[in-house]
């Protein structure tokens, strides 16, 4: 089993930053690819970025794409979001995920946080 808990959410104006995290324990962190997904109101929850469980890989949403930055820390079993020039279509509640597939790209996702918000607004 593993654990996982979103924070660093908040409220930002249009075009400032935020910087969300995810710490995990339980299980041996380093072991498990990770993704962020976010869900907005009235929408189904969406993709936005995953890195495997050596760092050798990322992937985002053409969305956030050049925005956002996905990273991780092992040493600190933690994995981060960086969240520049935000959008109000960014608003959203926003989860990581874990994946002990091995997938490439992951896709797997077994392990949930329960989610921290991101609102966007003036």
């Known amino acids: 089993q593993l654990q996982l808990v979103e924070s660093g959410g908040g409220l930002v104006q249009p075009g400032g930053s935020l910087r969300l995290s995810c710490a995990a324990s339980?299980?041996?962190?380093?072991?498990?690819?990770m993704g962020w997904f976010r869900q907005a109101p009235g929408k189904k929850r969406e993709f936005v970025a995953a890195?495997?469980?050596?760092?050798?890989?990322?992937y985002y949403s053409d969305s956030v794409k050049g925005r956002f930055t996905i990273s991780r820390d092992n040493a600190k079993n933690t994995v981060y979001l960086q969240m520049n020039s935000l959008k109000p279509e960014d608003t959203a509640v926003y989860y990581c995920a874990a994946d002990g597939t091995g997938l490439v790209p992951p896709r797997m996702y077994d392990y949930w946080g329960q989610g921290t918000q991101v609102t966007v607004s003036s």
């Open positions: 890195i495997t469980w050596s760092s050798s890989n990322t």
């Open positions: 339980g299980r041996t962190f380093s072991d498990y690819a």
